[in-house]
């Protein structure tokens, strides 16, 4: 049987990213902001320091950085994958991003049939 498809990947460059904030800050985590300030960019920040509520969404692990998102906005999309890249500019005002001179950048595709049906049930952010 194949494996469950990745909810949220990361391109090389994102990765790229998370290392050095990783190396500046420690360990980070994700959550892909649902609009108002910051649009709807992913926010990285130190793990630990954004609180997630009972109704967060674990989409997955970059690089061992956990990638969170609110339910709400994961109804709408649940049937995409999430591609996590970096474009030149300035990140969200609360995501380490900002000041590197690169910002996060969410790109999607949707899932296949066959890979919607080996999607696994989410994990809420409480749990996670």
Same mark, same amino acid.
């Given at each position: 049987? !194949?494996? %469950? *498809?990745?909810?949220?990947? &990361?391109?090389?460059? =994102?990765?790229?990213?998370?290392? /050095? +904030? ?40 970059? !690089?061992? %950085? *956990?990638?969170?998102?609110? &339910?709400?906005?994961? =109804?709408?999309?649940?049937?995409? /994958? +999430? ?42 952010? %409480?749990?996670?």
């Amino acid at each position: 049987m !194949d494996s %469950a *498809p990745a909810r949220v990947v &990361a391109t090389a460059a =994102a990765l790229a990213l998370i290392g /050095q +904030l990783r190396q500046r800050h420690g360990p980070v985590m994700f959550f892909q902001s649902g609009g108002c300030c910051d649009g709807s960019a992913p926010m990285c920040y130190p793990a630990g320091e954004f609180s997630l509520s009972d109704s967060d969404v674990l989409l997955g692990l970059l !690089d061992g %950085a *956990p990638f969170y998102m609110g &339910a709400e906005q994961f =109804a709408y999309w649940e049937h995409t /994958q +999430l591609i996590i890249d970096v474009v030149a500019g300035n990140g969200g005002m609360f995501s380490l991003d900002n000041g590197t001179g690169q910002r996060f950048l969410t790109r999607s595709r949707l899932f296949s049939d066959d890979e919607l049906r080996r999607l696994p049930a989410p994990t809420s952010g %409480a749990r996670a």
